[in-house]
């Protein structure tokens, strides 16, 4: 096999390490433990802590194996450079410690995950203004941005409800302001959807989820697309603008945000994301056939008071979904019916496991208000559309009649 520029999407994550060249043969990138590096040369060892030349300096910064997922990664996204992390929320995290100042602002879509809501809350305690917007509409962002307004931040499809960001109008509007447009693209992978033809400036993925897919490795990623002029970013530290501008953000991301707070990914978890990232293009297909398989039967029960997919027609941003994704992805959420015990439901099921994960192979259902957003409160839910009753589904790879049968039987026994 020749190399060239334009293979597909899964021959490209396929083939990506060993086109690059691997000691022995190897088919994969070999996990390399080793936290120190030595070299030959004292000087070429000063050269690389410089960043004069390529080079591993410490494993806290990285090591050959997370490089070669940084580089699967990055040509995912169609990024100039991606830094990996020890989770979704480290990335998430180094966005604001490396980029963010006490004064600054954020505009955040409101429908968001919520730990990331979590750190905004940590953030507004240090300093930092968040204005929390419904970003479903682009005139919300646009009446938030004040001149202290660094960043835009949201979600691709909101983790549980669903919303789907104006994203291709926010990117518009940032890229008018000079704002940094900040994208969570978990919920649709780079293989759905890529943040960078709206514009984003850096792009996040909690490789955790559907890149890794398999549930056995904790990581995150931060892309830099080169769609945004880091000349124009107030906060860049004069140490950083040593190289070339548009590595700026990424240079002072990986020392402020990695280096000093070492929210390292580890070797042994990069290799597993790396391996089940080679099959991300097909488990999003049969994923996502699913989830919509599954909502249109939720629909159609009349035990279920309301479902949530951007596949549905009835689903608010359907329209908007449909133009930019190639598919609707795994996550659904649904309510049943007042009088319907969510906890005797879900302990009906027989293949759907109570659990907490996304993008695993196994389809994931959880009482959303009462695990992973019972911190915020009730008040703080129902500002987010969060019902008291709302089931979160991550979707599986099952066979799409043995998974219907599940929750059709689970429902009759309602």
Request: net charge neutral; aromatic share 8%.
């Amino acid at each position: 096999m020749t190399d060239k520029k334009h293979y597909g999407f899964t021959t490209t994550i396929l083939h990506n390490d060993r086109l690059k060249g691997i000691e022995h043969g190897s088919l994969h990138k070999p996990i390399h433990t080793s936290v120190a590096f030595g070299y030959a040369d004292a000087r070429q060892l000063a050269s690389v802590f410089q960043g004069k030349e390529p080079g591993f300096r410490y494993g806290r910064q990285g090591n050959p194996t997370i490089a070669a997922l940084e580089d699967k990664v990055n040509k995912m996204e169609q990024g100039v450079g991606t830094i990996c992390f020890g989770t979704g929320m480290g990335a998430i995290g180094a966005v604001f410690q490396a980029l963010l100042r006490a004064g600054d602002q954020v505009v955040s879509s409101a429908f968001l995950f919520g730990n990331t809501n979590s750190l905004w809350q940590t953030a507004m305690g240090q300093g930092v203004d968040v204005a929390f917007v419904d970003a479903t509409d682009v005139a919300n962002v646009a009446a938030a941005i004040t001149p202290r307004t660094r960043i835009v931040f949201v979600e691709t499809i909101a983790n549980p409800r669903t919303q789907v960001a104006d994203l291709k109008r926010i990117g518009a509007l940032c890229k008018e302001r000079g704002i940094l447009y900040v994208v969570d693209n978990t919920m649709t992978t780079p293989y759905l959807f890529r943040p960078k033809a709206v514009g984003a400036g850096l792009v996040i993925n909690a490789l955790t989820k559907s890149i890794g897919g398999h549930g056995n490795a904790l990581g995150g990623s931060l892309t830099d697309t080169g769609e945004y002029d880091w000349t124009v970013f107030p906060n860049i530290f004069e140490n950083y603008k040593k190289a070339a501008p548009l590595q700026w953000g990424l240079a002072q991301i990986r020392a402020k945000g990695l280096r000093d707070f070492g929210a390292s990914l580890a070797p042994e978890a990069a290799h597993h994301i790396a391996v089940g990232a080679e099959t991300l293009a097909l488990r999003m297909e049969r994923t996502s056939a699913n989830a919509l398989a599954l909502a249109r039967l939720l629909e159609a029960d009349a035990r279920v008071a309301a479902v949530h997919y951007p596949g549905l027609a009835s689903h608010p941003q359907h329209a908007i979904a449909g133009e930019l994704f190639r598919s609707y992805g795994s996550l659904l959420s649904f309510e049943l019916k007042d009088g319907i015990d969510c906890f005797d439901f879900l302990n009906r099921l027989k293949l759907a496991i109570p659990a907490s994960n996304l993008g695993d192979t196994r389809t994931l259902i959880i009482p959303v208000a009462h695990t992973i957003f019972y911190e915020m409160g009730a008040e703080r839910r129902a500002s987010m559309g969060i019902a008291e009753s709302l089931i979160r589904v991550s979707v599986g790879i099952e066979d799409p009649d043995d998974l219907l049968a599940d929750f059709g039987d689970a429902l009759e026994a309602c």
